[in-house]
Structure formats: structure tokens, C-alpha cells
């Protein structure tokens, strides 16, 4: 889940967006828990692998990994540009 992100937060920062993402969190004393992190090009994220605490594995959200994967492909896929609109009576069609 840091891994992805991660990518998502680089994302953003390289498309000068921002967002609210909860992610599950376990607690020192191996409670589950969730943070929210505001995600900006100001804000700045370190991840760091800790030794594994207590009996309980980490949380992990596979559908906010996927999420965040989705986020993050969509922030960097260029878009087409969108065709200017025309009005109407300024088109015409010779049959």
C-alpha cells in the first residue's frame, strides 16, 4: 500500500493536484486504525518498512490499492485534446 501510494502522491505533485486518502494504519499496540493524509506537491510522504509488531499482519486494502493505482494512471495518461464545440447553424453539409 506505501509503494502504491507513493506513486499516487508523485502523481499528483508532477500534475500540481491534491487529495484526501484514508488509508488503514496499524497501531504501536496492534490495533487497527486509519489515517487520512492530505496529498499535495507541498505536502511530503516518507515511507519506511518497520519490523513486523505483535501477531497481527498489516493491513492491507487491495481495493485502495487499486484505487490508487487507477488515480495514479489517470494523473499521468496525456489526454486528448477536446474538440472545440460548434455551433449548429455553422455547419454544413453539402448532399
Known sequence: ????LVRYAA???????????????RRLDGSSGHTTLFLSPTSQIAAESLPHVGSAPDPVDEELIDHLEKRTRM?????????????????????
Do not use: I, K, Y
Open 1 to 4: 500500500m506505501a509503494d502504491a
Open 11 to 25: 502523481a499528483l505533485a508532477q500534475t500540481n493536484g491534491h487529495d484526501v486518502v484514508e488509508v488503514p494504519t
Open 75 to 95: 494523473l499521468l495518461t496525456p489526454r486528448s485534446p477536446q474538440p472545440e464545440a460548434v455551433p449548429a447553424e455553422t455547419v454544413h453539409l453539402d448532399f
